[in-house]
């Protein structure tokens, strides 16, 4: 079992800046995979961000390529994803996920733990 606490959203005006974390907890963390999805009210989960297990490889989704950034830290079993230039678009809930798929996955179903999610909103 992983267990894993996002912190870090809050309210923003667009155009601004927040730096979301996930602390993971329970099993190796450097042994998973990680991802970081979105869900706005009346909307599907989707797909943000991901990180290998060592932080050497990133893919993002097209809607936030450019602005937004993953990272990891090992040794604090933690995962980051810096927000900037924010748009009211971005508002959503912010969960992590961890999955033991070596392979970039963009798939939710994929992710076997989950956070609880943190909210984000941006205002115009």
């Known amino acids: 079992q992983v267990q894993l606490v996002e912190s870090g959203g809050g309210l923003v005006q667009a155009g601004g800046s927040l730096r979301l974390s996930c602390a993971a907890s329970?099993?190796?963390?450097?042994?998973?995979?990680m991802g970081w999805f979105r869900q706005a009210p009346g909307k599907e989960r989707e797909f943000v961000a991901t990180?290998?297990?060592?932080?050497?490889?990133?893919y993002y989704a097209d809607s936030v390529k450019g602005r937004f950034t993953i990272s990891r830290d090992n040794a604090k079993n933690t995962v980051y994803l810096q927000m900037n230039s924010l748009k009211p678009e971005d508002t959503a809930v912010y969960y992590c996920?961890?999955?033991?798929?070596?392979?970039?996955?963009?798939?939710?179903?994929?992710?076997?733990?989950w956070g609880q999610g943190t909210q984000v909103t941006v205002s115009s």
């Open positions: 329970g099993r190796t963390f450097s042994n998973y995979r």
């Open positions: 996920a961890a999955t033991t798929v070596v392979a970039v996955t963009t798939r939710s179903t994929r992710y076997d733990y």
């Open positions: 990180i290998s297990w060592s932080g050497g490889s990133t």
